[in-house]
């Protein structure tokens, strides 16, 4: 078994329901300020410089 | 579509492969597929192994697309941010194989998983967009603020440095590095 299936193994032991929410708490923070950048983006040229 | 991403699954795993025999570069049917494969994962509730083909995990976005004029780079831009929003989100983890290179968006997509096992040797990670000629996007510079390390952010984001495996362990794309079977 490879080092990332043993990994995975590992993870699936996990309780999912407890993961997926602390998981989306822990990105919370995050997410919202990539709505914020995601919006710059759209107006932005990455090639000019801005 | 261009099957190049292969989907297996094995008790309560998923493994999710790209292999567009080249550098795994992210076009919009790369993504499409990558998404229609992690759809296959989620609703099987399964931990997601995602990884790429021998010595090369992913180069970052299609270049060619990214010539394109600015219409089809914002549309690019935004499907692979949605990607990455998606494995940050994603409700089950996400575990990066990173069988090899991964540059520019291919690294944002290490900083959005749940953990990411490098190989040893002579393997590069590392956003190049400034020496290539691009300004980072904002998106990316929330998520590389979010996931770097602090010492590497500006190596990273600004000076487009080029890591090592072991650089890249410090700087945090990494979370374990391995003999080059993963």
């Not at chain 2, 060619?64 to 929003?85: D, H, Y």
Request: aromatic share 6%; proline share 3%.
């Amino acid at each position: 078994m490879t080092v990332a299936q043993n990994k995975a193994e590992q993870m699936r032991k996990l309780d999912m329901t407890a993961f997926a929410a602390t998981k989306m708490k822990s990105v919370r923070p995050l997410l919202d300020k990539l709505q914020l950048a995601v919006e710059a983006d759209k107006k932005s040229n990455i090639f000019q410089g801005t | 579509m261009t099957n190049s991403v292969t989907y297996t699954s094995t008790n309560g795993i998923a493994t999710i492969t790209m292999d567009d025999g080249k550098v795994n570069a992210l076009s919009n049917d790369m993504l499409d597929e990558l998404n229609a494969a992690f759809d296959k994962a989620e609703n099987a509730g399964e931990v997601v192994i995602f990884t790429g083909r021998t010595s090369m995990f992913c180069a970052g976005f299609d270049l060619s697309i990214m010539m394109q004029g600015q219409e089809k780079v914002l549309a690019l831009l935004a499907k692979g941010g949605a990607f990455s929003r998606r494995i940050l989100t994603f409700p089950t983890p996400v575990i990066c194989a990173v069988s090899g290179h991964a540059m520019a968006m291919a690294a944002l997509v290490l900083l959005s998983s749940d953990y990411c096992i490098g190989i040893e040797g002579k393997v590069k990670t590392g956003m190049n967009e400034v020496a290539i000629g691009m300004t980072m996007p904002q998106a990316g510079i929330e998520i590389a603020n979010a996931h770097l390390t602090a010492p590497f952010f500006r190596r990273v984001i600004n000076n487009a440095e080029v890591l090592s495996p072991e650089t890249a362990l410090a700087a945090g794309f990494l979370h374990s590095i391995v003999a080059p079977k993963i």
